[in-house]
C-alpha cells in the first residue's frame, strides 16, 4: 500500500494499492511493445510529445505544486519553482537532444566509420520523495529523446506525485507505454530488473539502497545510474565574500527543508573568518520562517516523516554531548507535524555524529580548519562524493583546489545546484554515471559502432 501523510498536520491524506505481479507484467510487456515503436520516431516526434508534456506542466503549474505540498511538506513556492524546473529538463531535451545524440565521424582504416547512439529499450526509474518533479523528468527527458521507454517507481510516500506525473504523457496522447508508474514494493524491484524487456535501471536515494539495487542491476548485466546520499563540503577561505557566502550556504541549507542531497552539508572555514562568519551565517539562519507550507510566507517546511525527524534530533543530540555548539534550534518542537527547527552547529569535528552521518533536514554544521589545506584534507574526510563548493576571491586558486575536492560537483562562489545543461551525479558511495546535459543522455545508448568498407590502403 503507498500511504501519503501530509507532514505539516500528520494526518493521512490517501492511500494507493499496489500492483500484483500479474498487473506489473502487463505493465512490463506494454513498455517493450511500445519501444518496439517508439524507437522507430524521429527527434522531432520525440521533442513535440516533451514541449507538449511541458507546456502542460507549466499551465498546471498550481495543482502540481499543491500535490508536493501536501505529500512531502514542500513550501509551495518552492513546489512551484520544481514544477517549472521540471518543465525545462522536457524542453532543454527536446531541443538539445537530438545534438547530443548527433552520429560522429570517426577516422579508421574504413571508407567510413562512425558512431550512432541507439536506444536500449524500456529503461526503470527507482525516485525518492524530495524533489518528485524534477527527479522524475531528470529521470524520464532524456531517456525518451533517445528513444527508450520509462518505468517509473517513485516513491510509496508521494503516490498522488506519481500518478500525475504519468498522467501528463496521458493528457497529451503519449504512446501508452512510454512513460507507466508502477507502484510496486521494493521486493517487486527485483521482478521488474529480472525481466528480459527492461535494459537498465537510474535510482537516486541512499547509498545502502543504491548498493542493493546496483547488486540486483550487475547480476542481469544491466547498466545503472545511481544517484546517491551526499556530505557535501563548503569551504569558505580568508578571502572569500563573507556575505555572499553566508547569504548562499544559508539558502542551500534550507531549501526543502534541507532535505537535498546536494545541499551544504559541512561548512568548512578557515580560522581567520571563522567567528566573523559564524555571525553573518547565524543572522541569515535566525531570520527564517518556519511554518504550514501551504502559505506563501513559509520558507521552511516540515520534514517529509516522523521517522526522518527522530533520525535528525538523534543527530544533533549526539552532536551536541560529543562538544559541538548548538548555537540556534536543536529542540524538538511540540505540536501536530513533523516540523523541526533550523539548527546552526558550530566547533564541529570530523568525528562527530553530524560530520560522519548525511544530514538530511535543516541542520546547519559549521567546521573550523587552519588553513586552505586543512579544508580540503577535511573536505575529501568522507566516504561520500556528491557536490561542493569553494568560496575565494582567488578564483584561480579555486579552480585547483577544485581538482583535488573528490566530488562530482564543484561550485565556486555560488549556490550548489543541478542545471538541466550540465553533468551531476558523484564517486564513492555517492553513485556512479551521470544525469543531465550531454552525458546524461548518453548513459542509456547503444553506442554502436559502425565500420564501411573497403579498408584503405
Same mark, same amino acid.
Given at each position: 500500500m503507498y500511504i501519503a501523510t501530509n507532514p505539516a498536520t500528520g494526518?493521512?491524506?490517501?492511500?494507493?494499492?499496489?500492483?500484483?505481479?500479474?498487473?506489473?507484467?502487463?505493465?512490463?510487456?506494454?513498455?517493450?511493445?511500445?519501444?518496439?515503436?517508439?524507437?522507430?520516431?524521429?527527434?522531432?516526434?520525440?521533442?513535440?510529445?516533451?514541449?507538449?508534456?511541458?507546456?502542460l506542466m507549466r499551465r498546471d503549474e498550481e495543482r502540481l505544486a499543491r500535490l508536493m505540498t501536501d505529500e512531502m511538506g514542500k513550501p509551495i513556492k518552492e513546489a512551484r519553482a520544481e514544477v517549472q524546473k521540471a518543465a525545462s529538463c522536457a524542453e532543454h531535451y527536446a531541443e538539445h537532444g537530438a545534438g547530443y545524440l548527433a552520429p560522429q565521424s570517426l577516422p579508421s582504416d574504413a571508407?567510413?566509420?562512425?558512431?550512432?547512439?541507439?536506444?536500449?529499450?524500456?529503461?526503470?526509474?527507482?525516485?525518492?520523495?524530495?524533489?518528485?518533479?524534477?527527479?522524475?523528468?531528470?529521470?524520464?527527458?532524456?531517456?525518451?529523446?533517445?528513444?527508450?521507454?520509462?518505468?517509473?517507481?517513485?516513491?510509496?510516500?508521494?503516490?498522488?506525485?506519481?500518478?500525475?506525473?504519468?498522467?501528463?504523457f496521458v493528457q497529451v496522447g503519449a504512446p501508452a507505454g512510454?512513460?507507466?508508474?508502477?507502484?510496486?514494493?521494493?521486493?517487486?524491484?527485483?521482478?521488474?530488473?529480472?525481466?528480459?524487456?527492461?535494459?537498465?535501471?537510474?535510482?537516486?536515494?541512499?547509498?545502502?539502497?543504491?548498493?542493493?539495487?546496483?547488486?540486483?542491476?550487475?547480476?542481469?548485466?544491466?547498466?545503472?545510474?545511481?544517484?546517491?546520499?551526499?556530505?557535501? !563540503?563548503?569551504? #569558505?577561505?580568508?578571502? %572569500?565574500?563573507?556575505?555572499?557566502? $553566508?547569504? @548562499?550556504? &544559508?539558502?542551500?541549507?534550507?531549501?526543502n527543508a534541507g532535505q537535498s542531497c546536494i545541499a551544504a552539508k559541512r561548512i568548512i572555514v578557515e580560522e581567520p573568518v571563522y567567528a566573523d562568519f559564524i555571525g553573518k551565517f547565524h543572522q541569515h539562519l535566525a531570520s527564517l520562517k518556519m511554518g504550514d507550507p501551504a502559505e506563501e510566507s513559509t520558507q521552511v517546511g516540515p520534514i517529509a516523516r516522523a521517522d526522518l525527524r527522530e533520525g535528525l534530533?538523534?543527530?544533533?543530540?549526539?552532536?551536541?554531548?560529543?562538544?559541538?555548539?548548538?548555537?540556534?534550534?536543536?529542540?524538538?518542537?511540540?505540536?501536530?507535524?513533523?516540523?523541526?527547527?533550523?539548527?546552526l552547529l558550530v566547533d564541529v569535528t570530523p568525528q562527530m555524529q553530524v560530520a560522519c552521518e548525511e544530514t538530511f533536514g !535543516?541542520?546547519? #554544521?559549521?567546521?573550523? %580548519?587552519?588553513?586552505?589545506?586543512? $579544508?580540503? @584534507?577535511? &573536505?575529501?574526510?568522507?566516504?561520500?562524493?556528491?557536490?561542493?563548493?569553494?568560496?575565494?576571491a582567488d578564483v584561480a586558486r579555486a579552480e585547483r583546489m577544485a581538482r583535488d575536492i573528490e566530488a562530482g560537483q564543484v561550485t565556486i562562489n555560488g549556490l550548489v545546484k543541478t542545471d538541466p545543461r550540465l553533468p551531476s551525479g558523484g564517486i564513492k558511495r555517492s553513485g556512479y554515471g551521470r544525469e543531465l546535459g550531454p552525458h546524461g543522455i548518453l548513459e542509456f545508448v547503444n553506442v554502436q559502432q559502425v565500420w564501411i568498407g573497403p579498408k584503405k590502403a
Amino acid at each position: 500500500m503507498y500511504i501519503a501523510t501530509n507532514p505539516a498536520t500528520g494526518i493521512e491524506l490517501h492511500r494507493y494499492e499496489v500492483l500484483d505481479s500479474d498487473s506489473l507484467e502487463q505493465c512490463l510487456n506494454r513498455a517493450a511493445e511500445t519501444f518496439a515503436d517508439w524507437r522507430k520516431t524521429g527527434f522531432a516526434e520525440r521533442a513535440l510529445l516533451l514541449n507538449q508534456v511541458a507546456g502542460l506542466m507549466r499551465r498546471d503549474e498550481e495543482r502540481l505544486a499543491r500535490l508536493m505540498t501536501d505529500e512531502m511538506g514542500k513550501p509551495i513556492k518552492e513546489a512551484r519553482a520544481e514544477v517549472q524546473k521540471a518543465a525545462s529538463c522536457a524542453e532543454h531535451y527536446a531541443e538539445h537532444g537530438a545534438g547530443y545524440l548527433a552520429p560522429q565521424s570517426l577516422p579508421s582504416d574504413a571508407t567510413h566509420s562512425y558512431v550512432q547512439h541507439l536506444p536500449l529499450g524500456p529503461i526503470l526509474g527507482i525516485l525518492p520523495w524530495n524533489a518528485p518533479f524534477w527527479l522524475a523528468f531528470r529521470f524520464c527527458a532524456p531517456a525518451i529523446m533517445a528513444g527508450n521507454t520509462c518505468l517509473m517507481k517513485h516513491d510509496s510516500h508521494v503516490p498522488a506525485c506519481g500518478e500525475a506525473i504519468a498522467d501528463l504523457f496521458v493528457q497529451v496522447g503519449a504512446p501508452a507505454g512510454l512513460m507507466q508508474n508502477i507502484r510496486i514494493k521494493n521486493e517487486q524491484v527485483q521482478q521488474v530488473l529480472e525481466h528480459d524487456a527492461v535494459q537498465g535501471v537510474s535510482l537516486t536515494g541512499s547509498s545502502s539502497a543504491g548498493s542493493q539495487v546496483a547488486s540486483l542491476a550487475a547480476k542481469q548485466i544491466k547498466p545503472a545510474v545511481l544517484e546517491l546520499g551526499g556530505s557535501d !563540503p563548503s569551504l #569558505v577561505l580568508t578571502d %572569500a565574500d563573507l556575505d555572499a557566502a $553566508a547569504e @548562499a550556504l &544559508a539558502l542551500s541549507r534550507i531549501i526543502n527543508a534541507g532535505q537535498s542531497c546536494i545541499a551544504a552539508k559541512r561548512i568548512i572555514v578557515e580560522e581567520p573568518v571563522y567567528a566573523d562568519f559564524i555571525g553573518k551565517f547565524h543572522q541569515h539562519l535566525a531570520s527564517l520562517k518556519m511554518g504550514d507550507p501551504a502559505e506563501e510566507s513559509t520558507q521552511v517546511g516540515p520534514i517529509a516523516r516522523a521517522d526522518l525527524r527522530e533520525g535528525l534530533h538523534r543527530q544533533v543530540s549526539m552532536t551536541v554531548e560529543q562538544g559541538g555548539r548548538c548555537l540556534l534550534g536543536g529542540e524538538m518542537p511540540a505540536g501536530p507535524g513533523f516540523f523541526y527547527p533550523v539548527t546552526l552547529l558550530v566547533d564541529v569535528t570530523p568525528q562527530m555524529q553530524v560530520a560522519c552521518e548525511e544530514t538530511f533536514g !535543516p541542520i546547519a #554544521v559549521v567546521m573550523k %580548519a587552519e588553513s586552505a589545506e586543512q $579544508a580540503l @584534507a577535511i &573536505a575529501n574526510d568522507t566516504a561520500y562524493g556528491l557536490a561542493s563548493s569553494i568560496w575565494s576571491a582567488d578564483v584561480a586558486r579555486a579552480e585547483r583546489m577544485a581538482r583535488d575536492i573528490e566530488a562530482g560537483q564543484v561550485t565556486i562562489n555560488g549556490l550548489v545546484k543541478t542545471d538541466p545543461r550540465l553533468p551531476s551525479g558523484g564517486i564513492k558511495r555517492s553513485g556512479y554515471g551521470r544525469e543531465l546535459g550531454p552525458h546524461g543522455i548518453l548513459e542509456f545508448v547503444n553506442v554502436q559502432q559502425v565500420w564501411i568498407g573497403p579498408k584503405k590502403a
